[in-house]
């Protein structure tokens, strides 16, 4: 079973920049990864991921491989969730998913 907790964190300006970056980031590739799965009508996680992960690798090197994946895993939910009915939408810092 999950849990979601709610934290608030102590952390240096500089920190702070780079934690805005990262989530900017994993929203980027949320944002992505959603458009190619709603253009190519699929929500299915193995299409979705052969068919970006590299490319997505190449454009943004600075965003660690399991933030990718689970950038992918959120959008093929949300895709999942509206069955692709719409492209679902991420605000620019919207929450991200660490495993």
Do not use: C, W
Not at 9 to 28: A, G, P, Q, W
Not at 49 to 57: N, S, V
Not at 59 to 80: C, M, N, T
């Amino acid at each position: 079973m999950d849990r979601t907790i709610k934290l608030k964190l102590s952390v240096s300006e500089e920190d702070k920049e780079t934690l805005k970056k990262t989530i900017t980031l994993f929203n980027t590739v949320f944002k992505e990864v959603a458009q190619y799965g709603f253009e190519h009508k699929t929500h299915s996680k193995v299409s979705i991921h052969h068919a970006t992960y590299k490319d997505i690798r190449e454009k943004y090197p600075e965003l660690p491989s399991s933030l990718v994946q689970g950038a992918r895993d959120v959008a093929y939910e949300a895709l999942k969730g509206v069955k692709l009915k719409h492209l679902p939408a991420a605000k620019p810092f919207a929450s991200i998913r660490y495993n």
